[in-house]
């Protein structure tokens, strides 16, 4: 007879050591801010999804894009300069 396990006890059984590392957890913090813009822009899309886009929400999508560009463009700049030695560019 061949016992069967449950997906829930496999998954469960490693949780222990699948904590994020301090590493893992700092590099999150660098990203939240990008994060963060982008759950705006998605919640200024989702707004869209069932009516026609009036002016407001027009203006509210391209304001969000305008940060999400802008938070990217200083998360690549600062993981630039962060990578390189001495922090020459």
Request: hydrophobic residues 45%; charged residues 30%; proline residues 4%.
């Amino acid at each position: 007879m061949d016992h069967i396990v449950t997906v829930q006890d496999a998954v469960t059984a490693f949780a222990d050591w699948i904590e994020p590392t301090s590493a893992e957890l700092d590099a999150i913090e660098q990203e939240m801010p990008l994060i963060l813009a982008e759950v705006d822009l998605l919640d200024a899309q989702i707004i869209t999804l069932d009516r026609t886009p009036n002016e407001l929400d027009a203006r509210r999508i391209r304001r969000a894009r305008r940060r999400v560009l802008a938070e990217r463009a200083t998360l690549a700049n600062r993981t630039a300069t962060a990578s390189l030695p001495g922090g020459a560019a």
